[in-house]
Nanobody, 119 residues
């Protein structure tokens, strides 16, 4: 229902751009966001954007990461610059939306994409 792309291996100081597209069964999307989970750690919010474009970021990524969305394409992006080894994690896309056949709005998750930053 949510398909991420753009992860990979990059050296410290480099950049990556993640994309996440919602399938056609997902509609009327409210907030969209990116979370990450490093080995042995809990999943944490990285960045979030409302339908109207209001954003919020984890303190650890402010000034380096930028979240954006294309409502016409039901897609959210995460531009990651000045990457650090501590940014290494599996990154998950999330949205709160309606789904065909399911009553009410629910949270949906992508399968995750690995981001590895080497020192």
């Amino acid at each position: 229902q949510l398909v991420e792309s753009g992860g990979g291996l990059v050296q410290a100081g480099g950049s990556l751009r993640l994309s996440c597209a919602a399938s056609a069964v997902i509609f009327s999307i409210n907030a969209m966001g990116w979370y990450r989970q490093a080995p042995g750690k809990q999943r944490e919010l990285v960045a979030r954007i409302t339908r109207g474009g209001t954003t919020n970021y984890a303190d650890s990524v402010k000034g380096r990461f930028t979240i954006s969305r294309d409502n016409a394409k039901n897609t959210v992006y995460l531009q990651m610059n000045s990457l650090k080894p501590e940014d290494t994690a599996v990154y998950f896309c999330n949205c709160n939306a309606l789904r065909i056949g399911v009553p009410g709005a629910n949270d949906y998750w992508g399968q995750g994409t690995q981001v590895t930053v080497s020192s």
